[in-house]
């Protein structure tokens, strides 16, 4: 019988504990949360906190709190907590018990053995902590094995590539970028550099310093006297950067952060991803930097590259996958989560080392095979065309997933926005497959470059809401496409293309494609149309409701006898209903 062996990513922000079950690699959940910050605190009741409970309260007591501790593991000083030192291994030691505990509650059984992972480039003294600490919680630590390593080892569950990957992990307090290469069976890192005292901090701090020069310039106060407005606007500034990266806007408010004569001190102030994109370039070109000495230190050129593998919370961030694509030429990978893809490929290799047989399906996560975007004006081909596309939600992002971009009114006084929504990857819309389209109307009185915000939210079910919103109102409109991913058949598109391509040779396919993909979208807007009016039937009139069942019956027959020429008028006239019954 095989013995369970967990595999843990400390980190030295959050840490995760996964355990292979079933044959997945399941990242276990404490509280419906796969994520442990790697805080640890002594409450005031004198009790040891580790995880959420000690990140909230290092804001009010940040000298009964410890954070980062994995920055001093293999160093001989101890770290305060409360009234107590503690050594590096000993802090550590109460991470890894409290996910030991969470891991044995799911499981229903003892855990004594563990894959630990550790950053590349561990010295012989930190590696040892690592251990020790797994010792005193009870572990027994069967194998280290580098952090590139896992993550390959997360995309790769079988091993049978030979592929060169970078790693690119940029986390909350380190950057390390590593060259693993898989031969068989053999995952090794060929070459890593990195710069651990970079990371999501780093930005963090930015926005901090942007917020405080706001504060000084509106109410001329200095707060970074005040530890606790610091911790408090350092917790703010954070959120705001993680929301940046789905949303092109953030508002970030904090209400009474501190009293100045007799007046509270309030903080409200906007900032938008452009600002703060070059508030961190500088940062990212660094990474780009240390990329190309791995590259160096390996022997190797770009083009040696299959992968990019993303790993670390910050890599969320969209100027990480641009610029990367920009230099490499190759879209970074982002499928397997990247706060979880270190402790999934130990839980991997935890599991091949307990004698389990891993296989590709192992790590099996909910993405998106389809791109998802809008049309807009812009430049095709070096040419002015109204319907360029523009990607929002990418292939292969992991679900659920919310997406927000900006775009702007093309004259004064736009009273309205026509809003289409495509799946596909041509740069020019109309080849992609439209999937839904409305209008938004009423929109203010505004000078051109008025900002209209294109939500799309896909669920795990591949239901699709679409809104769009009036920034400077709030008006909002919004649709939603059930089935946005199931109705179109993963690989479908690529079938259909092989086939016309056979059939007809390359130079027509384009022609052909067209006519095919204009009946599709026929079918699938009329289906979605039906699936809605069908929804909407219990609150209509009778006398819509009658229209509203004529007309679908019209539709599906239609649908049934496969006359799709003449589904446009129906389709037209239930729309009208719709539009009609939701305005
Ligand atoms: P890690 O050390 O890998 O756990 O990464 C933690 C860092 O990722 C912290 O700085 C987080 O603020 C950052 N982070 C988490 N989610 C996001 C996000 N959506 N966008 C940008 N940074 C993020």
Do not use: W
């Not at 292979?20 to 404490?30: A, C, F, G, P, S």
């Not at 770290?79 to 503690?86: D, F, P, W």
């Not at 003294?125 to 390593?149: F, W």
């Not at 670390?312 to 920009?326: A, F, I, N, Q």
């Amino acid at each position: 019988m095989s013995e369970v062996i967990v595999g843990i990513d400390l980190g030295t922000t959050n840490s995760e504990i996964a355990v292979l079950k079933d044959n997945k690699v399941t990242v276990i959940e404490d509280e419906r949360r796969k994520i442990l910050p790697s805080f640890v605190g002594m409450s005031e009741k004198d009790e040891i906190l580790v995880g959420e409970p000690a990140k909230n309260q290092y804001v009010l007591y940040p000298e009964r709190t410890v954070k980062s501790i994995k920055r001093k593991m293999g160093e001989e000083a101890k770290v305060k907590m409360a009234e107590q030192s503690y050594t590096p291994q000993e802090i550590s030691a109460m991470i890894l018990k409290h996910l030991k505990g969470i891991a044995e509650a799911y499981l229903g059984e003892p855990v004594q053995k563990a894959v630990i992972t550790v950053p590349a480039y561990f010295s012989d003294a930190q590696r040892q902590a690592t251990r020790e600490a797994g010792e005193i919680a009870g572990l027994e630590v069967v194998r280290m094995i580098n952090e590139p390593t896992a993550a390959a080892l997360s995309y790769e569950a079988e091993q049978k590539a030979h592929k060169r990957i970078l790693v690119y992990d940029l986390g909350g307090g380190t950057f390390d970028v590593s060259i693993v290469g898989i031969e068989d069976d053999v995952v090794e890192v060929l070459a890593s550099h990195g710069n651990n005292q970079l990371g999501g901090d780093d930005f963090d701090q930015k926005i901090v310093d942007h917020i405080v020069k706001h504060l000084q310039e509106k109410s001329e106060i200095d707060l970074q006297q005040s530890r606790k407005a610091m911790a408090r606007i350092n917790r703010v500034a954070e959120i705001a950067k993680q929301k940046l990266s789905d949303e092109p806007y953030v508002m970030i408010e904090e209400e009474y952060l501190e009293e100045q004569e007799g007046t509270p001190i309030h903080l409200s102030l906007e900032l938008d991803r452009h600002d703060y994109e070059e508030m961190i370039m500088d940062y990212i070109d660094e990474t780009l930097e240390a990329v190309h000495i791995a590259f160096k230190g390996a022997n190797l050129v770009t083009a040696d590259i299959d992968e990019i593998l993303l790993v670390g919370g910050s890599t969320r961030t969209p100027l990480v996958s641009r610029r990367l694509k920009e230099e490499f030429h190759l879209q970074p990978r982002t499928e397997v989560d990247p706060d979880l893809c270190v402790a999934a490929g130990a839980a991997i290799q935890a599991a091949m080392i307990g004698g389990h047989d891993v296989s590709k399906s192992t790590v099996l996560v909910d993405v998106t095979p389809y791109t998802y975007g809008t049309s807009a004006v812009g430049e095709l081909n070096g040419e002015f065309y109204p319907y360029m596309y523009v990607p929002i939600i990418h292939k292969n992002s992991s679900l659920p997933l919310t997406k927000t971009e900006v775009f702007y009114t093309m004259v004064d006084n736009q009273e309205k926005v026509e809003v289409r929504i495509f799946q596909g990857e041509e740069q020019d819309a109309l080849n992609n497959i439209q999937i839904g389209e409305f209008l938004v109307e009423g929109l203010s009185e505004a000078t051109q470059g008025n900002p209209i915000l294109i939500k799309l939210e896909l669920d795990l079910d591949g239901i699709l809401h679409v809104s769009a919103i009036e920034k400077i109102t709030n008006l909002q409109k919004s649709i939603t496409i059930d089935n946005a991913i199931s109705r179109f058949e993963k690989g479908e598109m690529e079938t259909a293309k092989e086939r016309i391509k056979e059939i007809f040779g390359e130079d027509r396919k384009i022609i052909d494609i067209d006519q095919n993909t204009e009946t599709h979208h026929a079918v699938v807007q009329a289906r979605a149309l039906v699936e809605k009016a069908e929804r909407m039937l219990d609150n209509a009139s009778s006398e819509d409701r009658e229209d509203m069942v004529n007309v679908i019956e019209l539709i599906n027959d239609t649908i049934a006898k496969e006359d799709f020429t003449a589904l446009k008028e129906p389709i037209e006239q239930l729309s009208d209903i719709l539009y009609y019954l939701e305005s």
